[in-house]
């Protein structure tokens, strides 16, 4: 008895010191389809075999990488539906309808710190929250058009708010990505300071457009669905651009 309680606590050890028992195999194109389907942001370790290039370091940053969907495919059948060639890690995002491909043959360096970083910039998701990590993924995005809930988290009525926000978001894929600015944050005064705004002013709704580089508030009230929504489709449909022209910097900013 002694002996079979020694070998499951072994069994138990070895399978939480390797991790790649803890990523899915994707074993056809279905699968693969219902994986990326089921996650805001899908991450897809295409590698022909377990002794590739880039293999080891994969599985070591997909296991600090813990909010994020992770698998790996070597099935050619799945490589040609989405057009991967060689050993490859993808990044399947659904708010702005995105694929980041990484070719590991035309890595200079790999390691997992790398892969880490890699994850992180493209960890782009309904609802964003901005710092400098996200910022790379956010400004490289073909969609240039953010919608900046800019709020203090710990606030009363933060929660409620961003509740409110991820609700709409997936309203606007492939149009608008939906960033959450904590004004709490030191490191964020420069967006605060883009939009006019200091701390005591928030919680407020802005726009940010990247191709005109060009910002507008939505005027200080309630801030419910409905108005957050007239105003999202008011700026789609080209009305608040042709309000009043709001300030704009000398140099394009990056918030």
């Given at each position: 008895?002694?002996f079979l309680?020694?070998?499951s606590?072994?069994?138990?050890c070895v399978t939480?010191e390797?991790p790649?028992?803890a990523v899915?195999r994707?074993e056809?194109?279905?699968?693969?389809?219902?994986?990326?389907?089921?996650s805001?942001?899908a991450?897809?370790?295409f590698f022909?075999?377990d002794?590739?290039?880039?293999?080891?370091?994969?599985l070591?940053?997909?296991?600090?990488m813990?909010?994020?969907s992770?698998?790996l495919c070597s099935?050619?059948?799945?490589w040609?539906?989405?057009g991967?060639?060689?050993?490859?890690?993808?990044?399947?995002?659904?708010?702005?309808l995105?694929?980041?491909h990484?070719?590991?043959s035309?890595a200079?360096?790999?390691?997992?710190?790398?892969?880490?970083?890699?994850?992180t910039?493209?960890?782009?998701r309904?609802?964003t929250?901005y710092?400098?990590?996200?910022?790379?993924?956010?400004?490289?995005?073909?969609v240039?058009t953010?919608v900046?809930?800019l709020a203090t988290?710990?606030r009363?009525?933060s929660?409620?708010l961003q509740?409110?926000?991820?609700d709409l978001?997936p309203?606007?894929?492939?149009?608008?990505?939906?960033v959450?600015v904590?004004?709490?944050e030191k490191?964020n005064?420069?967006?605060?300071e883009?939009?006019?705004?200091?701390?005591?002013?928030?919680?407020?709704i802005?726009?940010?457009?990247?191709?005109?580089?060009?910002?507008w508030?939505?005027p200080a009230?309630?801030?419910t669905t409905?108005?957050?929504?007239?105003?999202?489709d008011?700026?789609?449909a080209?009305e608040l651009?042709?309000?009043?022209?709001?300030d704009?910097?000398?140099?394009k900013?990056?918030l």
């Amino acid at each position: 008895m002694m002996f079979l309680v020694v070998l499951s606590l072994l069994a138990v050890c070895v399978t939480a010191e390797d991790p790649e028992s803890a990523v899915l195999r994707l074993e056809d194109v279905p699968a693969a389809e219902a994986f990326i389907d089921s996650s805001e942001v899908a991450v897809i370790g295409f590698f022909e075999t377990d002794d590739a290039r880039g293999y080891p370091e994969f599985l070591a940053a997909a296991a600090r990488m813990k909010a994020l969907s992770v698998a790996l495919c070597s099935e050619k059948l799945v490589w040609a539906k989405y057009g991967i060639a060689s050993d490859t890690i993808s990044i399947f995002r659904k708010a702005d309808l995105h694929q980041e491909h990484l070719n590991l043959s035309e890595a200079k360096k790999l390691d997992a710190d790398g892969l880490v970083r890699f994850m992180t910039m493209n960890n782009v998701r309904y609802v964003t929250e901005y710092n400098q990590a996200s910022a790379v993924g956010l400004f490289q995005s073909e969609v240039k058009t953010h919608v900046l809930l800019l709020a203090t988290r710990g606030r009363a009525d933060s929660d409620p708010l961003q509740e409110r926000f991820r609700d709409l978001a997936p309203k606007y894929t492939g149009k608008m990505l939906f960033v959450l600015v904590n004004g709490g944050e030191k490191s964020n005064a420069r967006v605060l300071e883009y939009f006019g705004l200091e701390s005591r002013d928030l919680p407020r709704i802005g726009i940010y457009d990247g191709s005109s580089d060009k910002q507008w508030l939505m005027p200080a009230d309630e801030i419910t669905t409905e108005r957050v929504q007239s105003f999202c489709d008011s700026f789609l449909a080209g009305e608040l651009q042709k309000q009043n022209e709001p300030d704009t910097p000398e140099d394009k900013t990056e918030l």
